[in-house]
């Protein structure tokens, strides 16, 4: 009886707690929705579906109806003519709060209550100064503040360790003040448009999970990042004031795309000379870039590699021990300096049929595919080739090994009789020749710089 009597409790504080609260998404559109919210739905406290204020061509001033919500899944308001978030003020817990396009917010007073949000989403808040009236707010997953054109203070967010991910776009932010205590970021990093010239702030942050983006006019050092090791993209696009990459000298992972583009301070990219790998390369738009000097210790591009429109490159052999075997399209344009371009990846590449090739308007030697072709060719004489190739032993009774230098790259052997007659063709270095009978052969090496031939005797 007692259990019986327990259980009955707990359904009525349950059903006190729920009340009469939609059973599917609302969408209120007019400062009367919002007013008679506590009539609509009565003893609501707990909204379990989303709730969307709408102020489009409506008169809505103030969320006052909507004081009985201490709890939501997706609270969303976007176009109304509210000057605070008085009406919120017993909201604690929130999974989604998203405020779109309200000109008259001045700050987040009304959230006093509020102690935990999922993803915090304020965009485009023109009047928006700072982040002031969420003091008892303990966490928070993602934050993402964008276009918000005069919020010039985050202090709000200094008790903030660890987020999913961080959006800091098109705000008046001078500093990160408030973000000093951040170590982690699960997943994305995007900082655009602000007026910072630094990140020192961010100079706590131990590791991000996805990628780093950075997009700023003002900005003048990186060194902040220094900690971070691994990314999945790194972006820095148009940073015009930024003359090196220090700080972004310790990533040497890059499982996806590293795009550096529109950074007329940059003369060379030798942060990166601990990068092995990436997606995709991308280096355009870099007006003093001269070399690409850095890059020395990249040995794989998977995808794409664009080098384009930099009018001051004159020399690309950074990329000289680059793989050719996964590349599946190369992009060399508009580099009017750039001359020459006959690397032993270039070369490697350039002949390859499952490789897109677009390679034009560089300097003459590198001003299309055929002027490469030619030049990889002639790149290397008879001589330099016929010391960059071993073969041994000789006389051979087992196996034939050819050995070639790390200048030039073997491509395949092919074994001939006396008469003329192929007998072998092989792609590999060591070649079984046991099943030869004894007498004289002929061996035509290929590779990227040329052929040798050279004769053989079988014991």
Known sequence: MKKLLLLSTLFVCV????????????????????DNFATTYPNCTVLTHDLRVDGVNSDIINLNGLAPITDAVDIIILTTQITNLIGLDNLESVTHLALWGNPGLQNMSGLDALQSVGQLEIWVNSGLLSMDGMDNLQAIEQL?????????????????????????????????????????????????????????ELS????????????????????????ITSLIDLYVVECPNLTNLAGLQNVDNISGRLRIGFNPGLTNLSAFNTITNVTNLDIYENENLESLQGLENLNQVTERMLIMDNPFLTSIEAINGVSPVSINEL????????????NNFVCAVINEPSVNKSINNNASGCNSVAEVIESCILGISEAELALAIGVYPNPVSDKLTISVSDAITFEKAV?????????????????????????????????????????????
Request: aromatic share 6%; proline share 1%.
């Open 415 to 459: 074994i001939y009789s006396v008469l003329g007659q192929q007998i072998v063709n092989s792609s590999e270095k060591v070649t079984d020749v046991s099943f030869l009978s004894q007498g004289i052969y002929f061996v035509n090496i290929t590779t990227n710089k040329g052929e040798m031939v050279y004769k053989i005797v079988k014991e």
């Open 144 to 200: 993402n503040l964008f276009g918000n054109s005069n919020l010039s203070d985050i202090s709000q967010f200094s008790f903030v360790q660890n987020l999913r991910s961080l959006t800091l776009g098109g705000n008046s932010l001078s500093s990160l003040a408030g973000l000093e205590n951040l170590q982690t970021v699960l997943e994305d990093v995007a900082i655009s448009d602000e007026s910072v010239i630094n990140f020192n």
């Open 331 to 342: 992009v060399i344009l508009n580099n009017t300096s750039l001359s020459v371009c006959n």
């Open 15 to 34: 059903q006190i707690s729920f009340g009469q609260c939609p059973s599917a998404d609302i969408v209120l559109t007019s400062q009367a929705d919002i």
């Open 204 to 227: 706590n942050l131990q590791s991000i999970g996805g990628s780093l983006l950075l997009s700023n006019s003002s900005v003048e050092d990186v060194s902040a990042f220094s900690n």
